[in-house]
């Protein structure tokens, strides 16, 4: 049994999300930079509760988020911004977890 049919146009269609290239490039700015500042505003919070690694973590994301950015302001290549971001997403998320499954840091 082969799958070559599912390739066809007329029965698989279009792919999924191809809605999303009719969106502007500044859109997708708009979009990173409010998840920038929401991160930045967490990690702040998230800090001054106790969890400085998580805030580190936090911060990670808004890094991966600048590189996000950088891809849609012309400024690096779509494989380099998001490998990057992508790389940094998943430490920020071992971070946040690790930190999480330990508790509080202990205050002074």
Avoid: C
């Amino acid at each position: 049994m082969t799958l070559l049919g599912l390739q066809q146009d007329e029965i698989a269609g279009p792919p999924f999300g191809e809605f999303m290239a009719q969106i502007p490039h500044w859109g997708f700015i708009i979009i990173h930079s409010a998840l920038l500042l929401v991160a930045l505003w967490l990690a702040t919070r998230v800090r001054r509760g106790g969890y400085p690694v998580v805030a580190r973590g936090i911060l990670l994301f808004a890094l991966a988020e600048v590189s996000y950015i950088t891809y849609h302001a012309g400024v690096t290549h779509f494989l380099f911004a998001h490998t990057l971001a992508e790389v940094l997403d998943a430490v920020a998320f071992l971070l946040v977890g690790l930190s999480l499954a330990r508790g509080p840091a202990v205050r002074s």
